[in-house]
């Protein structure tokens, strides 16, 4: 049995039949705008990885599993502050590189764990962190991270 957007029988029956008639819907109603999400999609798939966005080379996950202490991630302090927080260690390990991805712990803008990871990325940024090459842990003043 076919789907069919226009056909009211066919709405309301899972939340997966639901996105897939939404989306036959706006293939139909805008022809050039899914033509431009395909386009931009194979792009993206062609683009590797080095080229696209700043990617962590490792999971949060596999480092933890692979490490007895965080002490040998590059990035250990926001790591640390992260997963200390509540965090899961993958999402941890995301915002930890320094890419502001905060609609993995939550879309919603009032979750205390998404506001909460917000505010510690600020500090950290706002210390540069992220910018500048840490010589050593002590050059951080961890005064100015919020627990």
Do not use: V
């Amino acid at each position: 049995m076919t789907l069919d957007y226009k056909n009211p029988n066919d709405w309301g029956r899972s939340p997966l039949t639901d996105r897939a008639l939404r989306l036959e819907q706006f293939k139909a109603e805008n022809p050039e705008q899914w033509s431009a999400m395909i386009s931009a999609d194979i792009e993206a798939l062609d683009t590797p990885l080095e080229e696209s966005e700043n990617y962590p080379p490792f999971t949060g996950t596999e480092f933890l599993a692979t490490h007895e202490t965080i002490d040998d991630h590059p990035y250990s302090a926001a790591f640390g502050q992260f997963l200390g927080n509540g965090i899961d260690a993958d999402i941890a390990n995301t915002l930890a590189f320094g890419c502001n991805r905060f609609d993995l712990i939550s879309e919603d803008l009032d979750d205390p764990i998404r506001q909460l990871a917000t505010r510690i990325y600020s500090r950290f940024e706002e210390m540069g962190y992220w910018h500048e090459l840490l010589q050593e842990s002590s050059d951080i003043n961890y005064d100015l991270i919020p627990y």
